[in-house]
């Protein structure tokens, strides 16, 4: 299997000095990247049991116990890329909600009828300027009153 011209499962990406990531989110920390660059070699000589011999019964138990190695290591493997699979398949259901979200979002935007907006809030303005001219009006016509009453002995 290859991605962007690079095996993926031949064990080569293990070996690779380069890392090999998958930008999985809007961050650039290592948060939001995933390495690929989990499964090592699984040939019989990486794993130590090429020159296996069971033609006796001490190479017999010799590859008995190469084989068990052999069998944590694959073990081992296997769980790491399981453990990405996991992380890649939450990471699309995660970018997937995003886009849901964004998309609800632009919706409703784009739904807004901003003439209508515009002219609810220049009525509203209009009411608060209507008010405090009114209140201004009672006030310079309590003054007036005052200054008639005032009474000086």
Known sequence: MQFNNRNLLDGSLGQNADPFNIQAGAGSGPDNQISLNIVESASTQSLGISNSDISTAQGALQAMDDFEQASQTLTAARGRVGAVGNRLVST????????????????????????????????????????????VSQLQNEQSRSRLLDFTI
């Open 92 to 135: 699309a259901n995660s970018l997937n909600i995003q886009i849901e979200n964004l998309t609800r979002s632009e919706s409703g935007l784009a739904d807004t009828d901003l003439a209508g907006e515009v002219t609810i809030l220049q009525q509203g303005l209009l009411r608060f300027e209507t008010s405090i001219r009114s209140l």
